[in-house]
């Protein structure tokens, strides 16, 4: 199966708050993709990040930042010292890129609500 | 600046009607798509061309129609057929047809049946 479960669809937190936002996913490919988007209320979704299966390695954006765990099949995304500004929904979605199978597999989207 | 356009933000149809939203980009971008987005069930793939003069269906390409006779242009109509076609959709476009290149979208259309 191939899938991408987000499995918090609503997180409300207070201004300077740390939030993190879980993705896991199902793939038996061994090359595959990970994003993750952010939708603000204007409706465009914003790419923020990509990471292949092959790279491991921790990222970190400013108050932003990826953890990313094979072992545990997860991509969790962490905003540190939250805004208002990063209220938005925040999509995971998962690529596979293996002949002719090229697709996105997104998530249902986690709702992020920082109140001032 | 480059980026894809979305055109109209809004549009009502009424029952029966045939509408075309539009999706323009400026990108240089080989590859387009369409989104449905509905709420809690994220975004489902509907039409994607990878090039000019050819397409392919998605997920969910009944009742939906696409043509690409322009590399900038990827017009989506919502035929008839489509039964419940209230929804929000996404125009996005790539660089290239590999994932590794993600993807840049436009900012909507909502449409709503009255």
């Known amino acids: 199966a191939q899938k991408v479960t987000q499995a918090q669809t609503e997180i409300s937190v207070v201004e300077k708050e740390d939030v993190t936002l879980d993705c896991v996913y199902e793939t038996r490919d061994t090359t595959y993709y990970l994003f993750w988007y952010k939708q603000p209320p204007s409706g465009e979704l914003v790419f923020l990040i990509r990471r292949n299966s092959f790279d491991e390695q921790n990222e970190i954006s400013g108050r932003y930042s990826w953890n990313f765990q094979k072992s545990t099949s997860s991509f969790n995304f962490t905003i540190t010292a939250s805004q208002v500004v990063d209220s938005a929904v925040y999509f995971c979605?998962?690529?596979?890129?293996?002949?002719?199978?090229?697709?996105?597999?997104w998530g249902l989207g986690t709702s992020l609500a920082v109140n001032p | 600046d480059g980026g894809i356009t979305q055109s109209p933000k809004y549009l009502f149809r009424k029952e029966g009607q045939n509408v075309t939203l539009s999706c323009e980009q400026n990108l240089n971008h080989d590859a387009m798509y369409w989104y449905r987005q509905d709420p809690g069930q994220g975004l489902r793939l509907i039409y994607y061309?990878?090039?000019?003069?050819?397409?392919q269906k998605g997920d969910i390409a009944e009742g939906y129609s696409v043509s690409r006779e322009k590399k900038e242009s990827f017009p989506l109509t919502v035929t008839s057929a489509q039964k419940n076609p209230t929804a929000f959709y996404l125009c996005?476009?790539?660089?290239?047809?590999?994932?590794?290149?993600?993807?840049?979208f436009g900012s909507g259309t909502r449409l709503t049946v009255v």
């Open positions: 061309s990878q090039i000019v003069n050819d397409f």
């Open positions: 979605a998962l690529g596979l890129n293996a002949g002719n199978n090229r697709k996105l597999i």
């Open positions: 996005a476009s790539s660089i290239g047809r590999q994932l590794f290149y993600g993807y840049t």
